[in-house]
């Protein structure tokens, strides 16, 4: 059984806004494993959309469109829709009823365009929206069927969700699930870890994948199976094989982070953390935050922007400074130490080093984690630039947190 995505709209064909939906629909329709072969752009023009969406009736069984469903004239899909599948448009009273609530609950009054909007493809299967105005619907066709829905991203990923993968299901008799599970690993890069997993990487059912972020490498393991627990029983043992070759590398699964794991660590041992950074800017303390980091855990964050900040932020000597130079290993073990200190938190974490490490003679970046039984260390040369270059340095950093509070 084959899908099609068409996204409908100038504004997407011109790039002023960029196509979300389409990335989401696709991963939700492999869920019920259904191949995707093709995803399609179209402007607000009625040949060409009705062009489109004929050729995808062709050659596909299912397509969903987005877009296109609003009360104005250039929203076509309706009579795009209508005029591929060779029938006419007609005016559904109880939508016009259902629009008009909606805008009543709202302290509107119903405009005559929005009636617009209820004009649905003769014999349509008509998909309720209770989260926007435009109602939806779907067209079967000559055994194939074509859906409709609002290009508003929320309003398309509810209506996916709670009427579109039920309806597909049913439909087509899909007992196929596909399941996934991405194992989450740092401080081993992705080649390393390819090295390690290279039979594993030409299973066929489940697959196993790699894929690279900044200081991370991700393996998904996929099954299909009949049924969810199916699913889960393939995929167990071969995540059960990636923890033993992969040991502490792996640092959490699915949608754990890094910091979420390094902040869950501490609150669980009713410990604090401090942190001071350079380099990253402030990055570091705003990860571990925003990872939910318990306002007691994550104790404070220094951010000094240049050399001459770490000394009075610090309470450290300016000739002390000076004598370690910057960046060093000594000053970010005394940041370390300081700002563990002046917080009173268990541990203090630094990174010191240079504010742009891409620069070709730019020294190391230096890491620092002062903790109750003394100094761990470390440092990076990677000089990367950019987001994705102070990604790095927060993974590895985060790291050594990690590391030292599972002992
Ligand atoms: P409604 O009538 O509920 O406004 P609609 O079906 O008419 O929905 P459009 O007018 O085509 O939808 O798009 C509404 C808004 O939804 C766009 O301005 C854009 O912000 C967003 N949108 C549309 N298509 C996409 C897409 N493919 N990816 C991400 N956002 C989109």
Redesign the pocket.
């Known amino acids: 059984l084959q899908a099609e995505i068409v996204?409908?709209?100038t504004?997407?064909l011109l790039g002023e806004?960029?196509?979300?939906?389409?990335a989401w629909i696709a991963q939700r329709l492999m869920t019920i494993g259904l191949n995707l072969f093709y995803t399609t752009t179209v402007g607000d023009n009625m040949p060409r959309m009705t062009q489109v969406l004929r050729q995808a009736l062709e050659r596909s069984e299912v397509v969903i469109t987005?877009?296109?469903?609003?009360p104005t004239v250039d929203?076509m899909t309706r009579d795009a829709v209508a005029a591929a599948t060779h029938r006419d448009l007609y005016l559904d009273e109880d939508l016009v009823r259902e629009i008009a609530a909606y805008f009543g609950r709202r302290g509107f009054t119903m405009t005559d365009n929005n009636k617009v909007q209820a004009r649905i493809p003769r014999g349509a299967r008509i998909i309720h929206n209770p989260v926007?105005?435009?109602p939806c619907f779907a067209v079967e066709f000559e055994g194939r069927v074509i859906i409709s829905l609002?290009?508003?991203?929320h309003?398309m990923r509810h209506l996916m969700e709670t009427e579109v993968l039920p309806y597909l299901r049913a439909h087509f008799g899909l007992t196929n699930v596909i399941k996934s599970r991405t194992i989450r690993t740092c401080g081993i890069g992705e080649s390393a870890v390819g090295a390690q997993i290279e039979d594993l990487m030409g299973l066929s059912n489940p697959t196993v994948g790699t894929r690279a972020h900044p200081g991370q490498t991700d393996l998904k393991i996929t099954a299909k199976a009949e049924s969810e627990a199916a699913a889960m029983a393939l995929i167990a043992p071969i995540e059960a094989d990636l923890r033993r070759r992969l040991g502490d590398f792996i640092f959490g699964v699915d949608e754990q982070t890094l910091s979420g794991v390094v902040a869950r660590l501490l609150a669980e041992r009713g410990q604090t953390l401090a942190t001071v950074e350079t380099t990253t800017r402030g990055e570091l303390a705003n990860q571990l935050a925003e990872a939910g980091l318990k306002v007691e855990a994550l104790l404070g964050g220094v951010t000094v922007a240049s050399e001459a900040g770490l000394a009075p932020a610090l309470g450290l000597a300016p000739a002390d400074v000076t004598a370690w130079g910057f960046p060093s290993q000594a000053l970010a073990d005394a940041a370390a130490q300081a700002v563990r200190a002046r917080l009173g938190a268990d541990y203090g974490l630094a990174v010191i080093g240079p504010f742009d490490p891409a620069k070709p003679d730019a020294p190391p970046v230096y890491f620092s984690l002062a903790t109750p039984q003394g100094l761990v260390q470390g440092e990076s040369r990677q000089g990367r630039a950019g987001p994705s270059g102070r990604g790095w340095l927060i993974h590895l950093a985060s790291d050594m947190v990690r590391r030292q509070l599972l002992g």
């Not at 987005?66 to 609003?70: A, D, E, H, K, R």
């Open positions: 996204t409908i709209g504004e997407l806004i960029l196509d979300t939906n389409s987005t877009g296109g469903l609003g929203d926007g105005t435009a609002p290009g508003v991203p309003e």
